[in-house]
Antibody, heavy 122, light 111 residues
Framework: QLQLEGSGPGLVKPSETLSLTCTVS??????????WGWIRQPPGKGLEWIGTIFYGGSAHYNPSLKSRVTISLDMSKTQFSLRLRSVTAADTAVYYC??????????????WGQGTLVTVSS | QSVLTQPPSVSGAPGQRVAISCTGSSSDIGAGYDVHWYQQLPGTAPKLLIY???NRPSGVPDRFSGSKSGASASLAITGLQAEDEADYYC???????????FGGGTKLTVL
């Protein structure tokens, strides 16, 4: 049974960098028919795709966040990570890590982490 | 288009049928991409409900069904139950994002 568990600080100061890690158990991050990504949900609002990384290490990002985002994959630790630079209050959200099928397989998210609330505040 | 268009809320009495619409454009649903649906119970992560327009993952009751036509899709829930009260999101692939695009979400209230 695949499980994803996100972890990281729940409070980040404005202009600093948000860093989250997702640990994958019950599956491998190196399988070519799955991608790994991050989605966020501001309080009381809808879902927004942040970005996705492929097993070969190539990442793709939402254009609206691309200049501030880096997603990386550590296959030896079965983890992938999110870094979002220069955060503002608008980045306050629950951040979900997720397993994502590529477009050739339907482009849907079949497994989600529990979510990590990150608040940006001084 | 920044989000797929969903009604903010729908409601129905127990046992009734409700439908939630999801409208896209020529860069997403209208481009031929599949539509998927997620259920988000209060305080929890979203859960895959329907994939590939009309397919249910194992464990999802057949009271839930999905359909797609042109640039729109619909989620139908029959035999409404109290535990169906949740937020529902549609999702498709978007050529402008080169990634997944979500609907704004629909809150289902069971009266």
């Amino acid at each position: 049974q695949l499980q994803l568990e996100g972890s990281g600080p729940g409070l980040v100061k404005p202009s600093e960098t948000l860093s989250l890690t997702c640990t994958v158990s019950g599956g491998s991050v190196s399988r070519s028919n799955y991608y790994w990504g991050w989605i966020r949900q501001p309080p009381g609002k809808g879902l927004e795709w942040i970005g996705t990384i492929f097993y070969g290490g190539s990442a793709h990002y939402n254009p609206s966040l691309k200049s501030r985002v880096t997603i990386s994959l550590d296959m030896s630790k079965t983890q992938f990570s999110l870094r979002l630079r220069s955060v503002t209050a608008a980045d306050t959200a629950v951040y979900y890590c997720a397993r994502h099928l590529p477009i050739d397989y339907g482009d849907y998210i079949d497994s989600w982490g529990q979510g990590t609330l990150v608040t940006v505040s001084s | 288009q920044s989000v797929l268009t969903q009604p903010p809320s729908v409601s129905g009495a127990p046992g009734q049928r409700v439908a939630i619409s999801c409208t896209g454009s020529s860069s997403d649903i209208g481009a031929g991409y599949d539509v998927h649906w997620y259920q988000q119970l209060p305080g929890t992560a979203p859960k895959l409900l329907i994939y590939g327009n009309s397919n249910r993952p194992s464990g999802v009751p057949d009271r839930f069904s999905g359909s797609k036509s042109g640039a729109s899709a619909s989620l139908a829930i029959t035999g409404l139950q109290a535990e169906d009260e949740a937020d529902y999101y549609c999702q498709s692939y978007d050529n402008n994002l080169s990634g997944p695009l979500f609907g704004g979400g629909t809150k289902l209230t069971v009266l």
